[in-house]
Structure formats: structure tokens, C-alpha cells
């Protein structure tokens, strides 16, 4: 009785009627705090609330529940049971569609206070996605957190640094350079270098043992005499056809910056290499509206500018011209919105779902259908 989303809701294969249901449910509640763990999850309902506007204002404003697809009867029973009619909810929806082109959550839940998610790794991308829809809404981290532990204390929930957690688990750092190697050294809390990336290996009372969970974490600072880490990226996810190392922060860091440099919105990106001649990246960009080819070329220049500044190793490949120019590839729309589908279909848990921004099997970009191809100028096809 205390879920304002029924727990069975969640367990619907359609995920179209499944998001339906979940927002038509929070219509009728008053919240105050808008949470996921993965901020794709957040971004992901805020366009279904926007595309799915009309209908739900009609479905709040007379106390009915219209989903796309077929609903099992206790479910729609129980959801039956506390609908109202709310028109003056239906009216924010309405009025904040008309007023900002979507519908934002901050105006449908003017009790609203703050936002909860992950913010390291490859969540700047879809925060930047989600600020129109937030407003002035202050967004919080949850820190160093997995299924294996929390391993991080936040102080600070405007960011995902915290102290490293030194009770609770026994946790040892291998340098991000020597993951994986059977002589690679394990370092201890007080051993860590700030600046420094490390592997994470985690030891516990739940019966794991010297377990590496392929997390990369950096070392951003010091406090109460104990180093502050940061969430990085998953461990292993490089592409390094030249000795570049291009890993998933430096494609989410350029990748971000260049699209916000050239004014250009995206649904989703990611970056691929080809082994061609000369061998190249491709970064596949699923535009939310359509541009002019001088347009995207702009954006092309920006992202290999952009990667040559965070990578110093791949500045160097492309000046020596061991890697090519980059490529730019339009996916089709809604493509990653139809590879998060495909995941989630084949059993990961939705709000769990992480698409990575980084792909060393490029036969990917065939799941998303690329549609256009474009090359900087002087590029030799």
C-alpha cells in the first residue's frame, strides 16, 4: 500500500506501457525528490512525459488510465483504485508544454526539491540532456556506490567524490596501468596518489574475495586525512589501435564538449575505431534535429580537436598520421532509444541499463543503422 508505483508495473515486458503507467501513477502523487541511478533512466521518461503530453493530461484530468498497450487486470485494478481526477495537474502539464516546448517535471510537481543520480562516468552527457527539463533543480550524486558495496563516504553530494570507505570492506587499488597483470601491485588507502586512476578489488563479509569489479576511479584530492575517489569508467572499455588508449572518459569528456561547443543537441552518441587505411574513429550521433552538412563538419572538427586535447596519445597518432581523420556517423531517430529496448529485453534490469559511449566492436554501429556517413574535408575515402 505504500508503493506509489506498484512493484508489478515494473515487471511489464512492453516498456511502452510500462513508462506510461509509471508516470501516469506519479501524476496522482505528490513528489519531491525525482530519482534514478542511471540518469539515462531520468531523461528517458522526461521525453515520454513530453511526447506522451496530451494523453496523459486527458487521463489525469478526468481520474482514467489509457495505456498504449494491454494491462493485466489486478494491475490496472490496483492503479484504478487510485486515480482522480486532477485537473489542475492536467492544466501544469499542459501549460508547461506550451510554455517551454516540453513538459518539465519541475513545473507538474512544484513540491519538487532536488534530483538524485549518478554523475561520474558517462553521466555528463545525459545531465546535460536532462537540464532543460529540470530548471534550477539542484542535482545530487549518490557516490561511490555498487552491488558490491558502497565504497565511497559523500560529503559532498553536489559531486561524485567521497572518501574512500576504509570500514566495512577490505578495499585494494591496482594502478589503472597494470589492471589485469598477475604482478601488478595492491596498494592500500594510504598509498594512493592524488591524480592518480586506480583499479578497484573488493574483499567482504558477503563472501567476495580479492573480487575486481572493473572499476576505474581517480584519486581527486585528500580529506580528514584520507584520499577522495570519483567513479571513472568500467575497467577494460579502450580502444587503443596505435597505442592511443582512447578509453570511455575521454570519449564522453570530447564528445560533450564539442556538441556543446557547436550548439548542437544529441539523443545519444558513440564512439567507434575502424581498422581501415589509414585506421580512424567514427563517432555515430543521433541528431534531434536535422542540419546542414557545414554544420555537422563543425562538429567533426570540434570532436577531433576536442579528443586530442583530453588524449595527448591520440594528438599525437593524428599528427604522425598513424590514425586517420574522423569519421561522422547519423543514426537513424530513436536508434539508442531502440537499443536500450534490446537490452532490456534480453533481461538487464531497466533502470540498470547502461548504453556505453564507447564500442571496440564496431560491427555495433549495425544495431543503430547508420544512415549518412560525412568526412572532414581532405579526407581521403
Not at 584519486?219 to 580528514?224: A, K, M, S
Not at 586525512?225 to 570511455?248: Q, Y
Not at 599525437?316 to 598513424?322: I, V
Not at 548504453?355 to 549495425?366: A, E, F, K, S, Y
Request: glycine share 10%; with cysteine.
Amino acid at each position: 500500500p505504500l508503493e506509489g508505483v506498484p512493484r508489478a508495473v515494473y515487471r511489464l515486458a512492453d516498456y511502452e506501457t510500462k513508462y506510461y503507467l509509471v508516470l501516469r501513477a506519479a501524476l496522482d502523487l505528490k513528489i519531491a525528490l525525482l530519482g534514478a541511478l542511471n540518469p539515462s533512466t531520468l531523461y528517458l521518461l522526461c521525453q515520454k512525459l513530453t511526447a506522451w503530453a496530451d494523453r496523459l493530461a486527458d487521463d489525469v484530468a478526468q481520474g482514467t488510465i489509457r495505456a498504449p498497450g494491454p494491462v493485466p487486470a489486478d494491475i490496472q485494478a490496483r492503479l484504478d483504485m487510485r486515480a482522480r481526477p486532477r485537473p489542475a495537474v492536467a492544466e501544469r502539464i499542459r501549460g508547461s508544454l506550451a510554455r517551454h516546448g516540453i513538459v518539465r517535471p519541475v513545473d507538474v510537481w512544484p513540491a519538487l526539491c532536488g534530483v538524485l543520480c549518478w554523475k561520474g562516468g558517462s553521466a555528463p552527457f545525459y545531465l546535460d540532456q536532462l537540464r532543460p527539463y529540470l530548471g534550477d533543480l539542484p542535482v545530487m550524486d549518490y557516490g561511490y556506490v555498487a552491488t558490491e558495496g558502497a565504497f565511497g563516504i559523500t560529503l559532498d553530494a553536489g559531486d561524485g567524490r567521497g572518501v574512500v570507505g576504509v570500514v566495512g570492506h577490505v578495499l585494494e587499488f591496482v594502478p589503472e596501468s597494470a589492471q589485469g597483470s598477475p604482478a601488478a601491485p595492491a596498494l592500500g588507502a594510504d598509498q594512493l596518489e592524488v591524480g592518480r586512476r586506480y583499479a578497484v578489488i573488493v574483499t567482504g563479509s558477503h563472501g567476495l574475495y580479492r573480487y575486481d569489479i572493473n572499476d576505474i576511479v581517480e584519486v581527486v584530492g585528500t580529506r580528514y586525512g584520507l584520499p577522495e575517489i570519483r567513479f571513472v569508467h568500467k575497467g577494460g572499455n579502450m580502444i587503443s589501435i596505435t597505442g592511443e588508449k582512447v578509453g570511455e572518459a575521454h570519449a564522453v569528456e570530447a564528445i560533450t564538449a564539442a556538441l556543446r561547443g557547436c550548439g548542437v543537441d544529441a539523443a545519444g552518441f558513440a564512439l567507434t575505431a575502424r581498422l581501415a587505411d589509414p585506421p580512424h574513429y567514427c563517432v555515430a550521433v543521433e541528431p534531434v534535429i536535422e542540419l546542414a552538412d557545414d554544420r555537422w563538419c563543425d562538429l567533426l572538427t570540434a570532436f577531433d580537436r576536442e579528443l586530442q586535447r583530453v588524449n595527448l596519445e591520440y594528438a599525437a597518432k593524428r599528427t604522425s598520421l598513424r590514425l586517420g581523420p574522423p569519421r561522422l556517423l547519423l543514426a537513424p531517430a530513436g536508434a539508442f532509444e531502440r537499443l536500450r529496448a534490446q537490452r532490456v529485453a534480453a533481461g538487464a534490469p531497466d533502470a540498470h541499463v547502461k548504453i556505453p559511449h564507447l564500442w571496440r566492436d564496431p560491427t555495433l554501429l549495425d544495431q543503430i543503422g547508420v544512415r549518412r556517413e560525412l568526412t572532414l574535408p581532405g579526407d581521403p575515402r
